[in-house]
């Protein structure tokens, strides 16, 4: 790889600055506050989903059938949680690697002063998924505790294509079954808002985080590249197979081992898995971000 000339260095920090303008500019404009934009009191809807019945990780099984329309509401509220818990888990990783990064870097660029914006965002995010949690009194569907360990390594050490390759990961999976929730009219009004409110600011963090990384892999070395693709496969393994804790079949009386098994083994949730990556996956190949050995993770998640 050649070194980048003066011109071409100056032109990726104007491009970078450009960006970051215009997402500042869009934050101005459309940011929420969800503790006063959500009426935390207002009554749940009778008989409404906490995310739509195809999504559910059992739906189209034996299992699934033997359930009363009650049950499948309940679970579906349950497994909603446990996707914004994983969210949330990443959020306060990624909250800490956007901290680091704006650590050392010039405060003055439009590009610094977005990244802090995001943590600000990411910050509101997290206590707003967390009150979802308590409005639908649901148990803290935590990721397990390996998970913990690792996402405590990723939010102290990752820097570079991988720390923005992982926040698309987190950012895109959520934001699929987001934007199809906060549309379904069988979904809780609560989701939709809350959907609605996180889809409208992540939109602006994909646009940063994609173009970020962009630029930074054609910096990288084979190396680099290889253990961006590691790192960034670990955090995707993860972020999937965490989003339903198996606890959450215990709200509906199902044994979580059993109930995870049928899970897993449930073509129509390996579909839905591969159908909240649809987007990400062809943006992260075209960056070389997956691909070779690492791979394999991201299939045993149903990702690719
Ligand atoms: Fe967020
Ligand atoms: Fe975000």
Redo the contacts with the bound molecule.
């Keep these: 790889m050649s070194a980048p000339t003066q011109s071409g260095k100056k032109s990726t920090r104007e491009a970078r600055e450009a960006t970051a303008r215009r997402l500042l500019r869009s934050s101005l404009e459309h940011s929420y506050e969800p503790n006063l934009e959500i009426d935390w009191e207002a009554p749940l809807v009778d008989g409404a989903y906490g995310m739509p019945a195809h999504r559910v990780s059992l739906y189209g099984t034996e299992l699934w059938d033997t359930l009363t329309e009650e049950q499948k509401v309940t679970l579906s509220i349950h497994e909603v949680c446990s996707v914004a818990r994983v ?1 949330l888990w990443f ?1 306060i990783i990624l909250m800490q690697m956007l901290l680091r990064y704006s650590y050392d870097r010039d405060p003055r660029s439009q590009h610094i002063q977005y990244a802090l914006t995001e943590i600000a ?2 910050c509101r ?1 997290s206590i707003m998924f967390a009150k979802m949690t308590e409005r639908y009194g649901v148990p803290d569907y935590e990721p397990t505790w390996m998970t913990q360990q690792l996402g405590r390594l990723c939010k102290t050490v990752v820097s570079g294509p991988a720390m923005f390759a992982g926040t698309l990961v987190a950012e895109e999976i959520t934001d699929q079954l987001q934007r199809e929730g906060m549309r379904d009219e069988t979904v809780q009004p609560l989701t939709r808002m809350v959907s609605k409110i ?1 889809v409208t ?2 939109a602006r963090h994909v646009r940063y985080a994609r173009e970020e990384l962009a630029r930074l892999v054609p910096k990288a070395n084979r190396l680099q590249r290889a253990v961006g693709r590691w790192l960034t496969a670990v955090m995707a393994h993860r972020i999937a197979t965490n989003l339903i804790h198996p606890d959450v079949y215990r709200s509906v009386g199902l044994d979580p081992k059993q109930a995870r098994a049928v899970a897993r083994a449930n073509p129509h949730h390996r579909d839905s898995l591969r159908w909240t990556a649809r987007k990400l996956v062809p943006f992260l190949r075209e960056q070389g971000m997956i691909g070779g050995p690492s791979e394999v993770l991201w299939r045993r998640a149903f990702l690719v």
């Design positions: 969210g959020e965002d990411e995010h996180h600011e992540e």
